[in-house]
């Protein structure tokens, strides 16, 4: 009896051993594990202080037993816990599978143009943006590209100086049509004026009268005349008389000899004033003979008809001259106009020249281009820069990979699906993807493609399968394990595989109840790689424990052995 205890004592001490390393594992392998979604470390569910051992809760015949622990325990062990969930469900075919980039989130970058690496801007393990300045190159033939839009702009320049040039000419050729078109209107104006000038004067000679005032002038100028002569006749006849009465005076001594000479001269003058009547008298007689005759032959009339016609013909020749300065003006408009439209020609040329040169340093040098040949090249996507094969003085083509980037957030798994199961998988069907080198990590993802054609070596058909990696644990060439939902698919009840505790007669798991965990058999259905299905024994947002089982398994264990003890 006494061997028997002491055999017992030795068995329960390294059961204790045993749980105390597991527990440390547990502790250790929690912290390296990333939490899943929608879980959370369980509560403290005793309210023993910490480091205290666990206990068991008394329970009564048929309820199952609480396993408590302290919080201590429950942070060490790495126990968490999940509510049960509603979820679609279906059949489960697990297939080897390969990783694989993206067509679409691997790039090789390769310089646009020939030229040498003067700046390295990315090493291999940087995580870069699209967009982001990987390196720079000094491109001889970007810089003649450069050279060449340059000259291009200042040909437009130019040309667009010539049009404004050309344009002002048009404008004060246009300015002098309108001022030759008011020149024609004035002239013809006159001419109007001018026409009905000499018609009145037509009309006027016809009736005589610019004969009448001229032959009457002429003989008021008789009567004046004839009126003088009478006058100095009578003047000098007085004169006559008076001095005649002076000489006989003189003569008898009565008047003095200045007297008499007086007498004299004022005769004189009478004599001299009859002369000028006379001639006055006979030229206007002469005068009015002469107008009787221009008035007997119309002359008059016909001088002044003349002169209107003579203003009607300087009219019209102002109208042609204005007319022939319009046609002129307008000339000089056809000229200008066809300067300015040659100098948009030039224009358009030059525009086309330079979007040209822009398009050939365009494909030289994209968006990248700088001044002197300088020629960014820039990340096309986003992700690590896993290769950098560029050497700082590097003279590299166009063909040469200068970095490899990678984004690793979405990847392809290349799934190799048995012959038999082809007709099972379905384009857009959910995929599940586990690696050795994280066997915790769960990876969803979709069907995207399925090969036309078998494989002839393997005898599998291989199916791309479009994967979340957020944080980039799967590598390209990496081996695989890939879940594929096949069948219909119907909801049910689902908790993790981890969650099923399989070392009982019946499966069961653990459920958070009583300020514990309680261990509670159930009925289980469907079942895939990572999810099982749960048909009876549980309800839904019940909590149950998906990480740590094992950790309670112990404790329960160590329970029972104090009982037989």
């Keep these: 009896m006494q061997t028997y205890n002491t055999n017992k004592s030795h068995l329960l001490l390294a059961a204790g051993a045993f749980v105390v390393g597991v527990v440390a594992t547990a502790g250790i392998m929690s912290r390296r594990t990333s939490p899943r979604e929608n879980s959370t470390v369980a509560p403290v569910v005793s309210a023993e202080k910490k480091g205290e051992k666990s206990v068991e809760k008394d329970a009564k ?77 000094d491109s001889f033939e970007v810089a003649q590209a450069q050279a060449a839009v340059r000259l291009a702009e200042a040909g437009i320049q130019q040309t667009r100086s010539g049009i404004q040039i050309a344009g002002a000419e048009t404008d004060q050729a246009r300015a002098g049509v309108r001022q030759s078109e008011a020149e024609v209107e004035q002239a013809r104006t006159r001419q109007r004026s001018a026409q009905t000038a000499l ?35 009578n003047a000098l006849q007085t ?36 002369e000028r009547a006379q001639n006055r008298l006979s030229t206007a007689n002469q005068t009015v003979e002469r107008e009787r005759k221009i008035a007997k032959a119309g002359l008059l009339n016909a001088r002044e008809v003349q002169t209107a016609e003579a203003e009607v013909r300087a009219a019209q020749a102002d109208v042609q001259k204005a007319l022939q300065s319009v046609s002129r003006a307008q000339q000089d408009v056809r000229r200008a106009s066809k300067g300015e439209a040659a100098a948009r020609t030039a224009l358009r040329g030059a525009e086309s020249g330079m979007a040209a040169s822009r398009a050939n340093l365009a494909a030289l040098a994209g968006t990248g281009a700088g001044g002197g040949g300088l020629v960014t090249i820039a990340a096309p996507i986003g992700g690590t820069v896993t290769e950098r094969q560029a050497t700082l003085g590097q003279a590299v083509d166009r063909a040469a990979v200068l970095f ?13 699906v048995p012959e038999n199961d082809v007709a099972r998988v379905r384009i857009g069907s959910r995929v599940e ?47 695989a394990k890939v879940n594929l939902t096949v069948g219909s698919r119907s909801n049910g009840l689902v908790v993790p595989a981890s969650a099923l505790d399989t070392s009982g ?5 653990y459920v958070e109840e009583g300020g514990g965990f309680a261990r509670r058999e159930v009925s289980v259905g469907r079942r895939t790689e990572t999810s099982v299905e749960i048909t009876s024994g549980l309800k839904q947002d019940e909590r149950v424990v998906v990480d740590g089982v094992f950790i309670l398994k112990s404790e329960g264990k160590k329970g029972e052995l104090k009982e037989n003890d």
């Design 61 to 137: 015949p048929g309820e199952p037993k609480v396993v408590k622990l302290s919080e201590e325990a429950v942070k060490t062990a790495g126990i968490r816990v999940e509510p049960v969930k509603v979820a679609p469900f279906g059949e489960n075919l697990s297939v080897p599978g390969t990783v694989e980039v993206s067509a679409n989130r691997g790039a090789k970058v390769t310089p646009p143009t020939p030229g040498k690496i003067v700046r390295l801007l990315a090493q291999p393990g940087d995580v870069v943006r699209a967009g982001q300045a990987l390196a720079v190159i």
């Design 404 to 416: 490899v980037i990678e984004n690793l957030n979405t990847v392809l798994v290349n799934a190799h």
């Design 433 to 479: 993807v586990t690696v050795p080198a994280y066997p915790r990590e769960r990876f969803l993802g979709v069907v995207q493609s399925v090969a036309g054609s078998m494989d002839e070596k393997t005898r599998s058909l291989p199916v791309r399968c479009l994967v979340e990696n957020p944080r980039g644990y799967l590598r390209p060439d990496m081996f």
């Design 199 to 233: 018609k009145r004067q037509q009309d006027l000679a016809a009736a005589g009268v610019f004969s009448q005032p001229s032959l009457q002038a002429a003989e008021s100028e008789v009567s004046t005349a004839q009126a003088e002569l009478s006058q100095a006749k």
């Design 505 to 509: 007669e019946k499966p069961a798991v």
């Design 239 to 274: 004169q006559t008389l008076s001095f005649q009465r002076a000489e006989r005076l003189f003569t008898a001594e009565l008047v003095a000899r200045a007297e008499l000479e007086q007498t004299q001269a004022e005769q004189q003058r009478s004599r001299t004033e009859v």
